[in-house]
Antibody, heavy 123, light 107 residues
């Protein structure tokens, strides 16, 4: 059974940093591209960042480019998102999502999602 | 960036009725790379449809997707109580964007 479990969310002040993690199990982690997708309170879904199965290629939405860094550790089946210079508009539930088996760069749909972790940016 | 516009914003229907949800793209979606998701309160999204018309594993056949180019439709043939939720479309032909969602509520 595919499982994705996010952790690391919490309350942080504007300008602060936070590191999210996603523990994956039930599939060959290194064979799949992975993404982070966020959802602000009461709002829709927004893709944030993606990484290839090998970790060699990364992609970012313009809204987070230069502030967020996606990475993965295939030996530990873990996906990470380092978030720096956080802003109030980054407040959201952050979901870890698995790209489909043919996922290439950002040409992906998402067949499995974690339950999400809440990040609140506020003073 | 391809902008996806979903309509209506809210659909009020009764169980057993047919639901028709629209997703319109600002430009043609390459290879009809269009997916649909269902999201219930406090839950993660669930994949329903990919490639505009292919049902994901385990999705009941009352859910169907159609369309091409810039106009796509999700149809729920007969609403079950568990189908009342928010539905999002997503294009993955040119980067990744989501529509704003359609809420299907009980009338």
């Amino acid at each position: 059974e595919v499982q994705l479990l996010e952790s690391g969310g919490g309350l942080v002040q504007p300008g602060g940093s936070l590191r999210l993690s996603c523990a994956a199990s039930g599939f060959s982690f290194s064979s799949y591209g992975m993404s982070w997708v966020r959802q602000a309170p009461g709002k829709g879904l927004e893709w944030v960042s993606a990484i290839s199965g090998s970790g060699g290629s990364t992609y970012y939405a313009d809204s987070v480019k230069g502030r967020f860094t996606i990475s993965r550790d295939n030996s530990k089946n873990t996906l990470n998102l380092q978030m720096n210079s956080l802003r109030a508009e980054d407040t959201a539930v952050y979901y870890c999502a698995r790209g489909d088996e043919y996922c290439s760069s950002t040409s992906c749909y998402f067949d499995y999602w974690g339950q999400g972790t809440l990040v609140t940016v506020s003073s | 960036e391809i902008v996806l516009t979903q309509s209506p914003g809210t659909l009020s229907l009764s169980p057993g009725e047919r639901a028709t949800l629209s997703c319109r793209a600002s430009q043609s979606v390459s290879s009809n790379y269009l997916a649909w998701y269902q999201q219930k309160p406090s839950q993660a999204p669930r994949l329903l449809i990919y490639g505009a018309s292919s049902r994901a594993t385990g999705i009941p056949d009352r859910f169907s997707g159609s369309g091409s180019g810039t106009d796509f439709t999700l149809t729920i043939s007969r609403l079950e109580p568990e189908d009342f939720a928010v539905y999002y479309c997503q294009q993955y032909g040119s980067s990744l964007t989501f529509g704003g969602g359609t809420k299907v509520e009980i009338k």
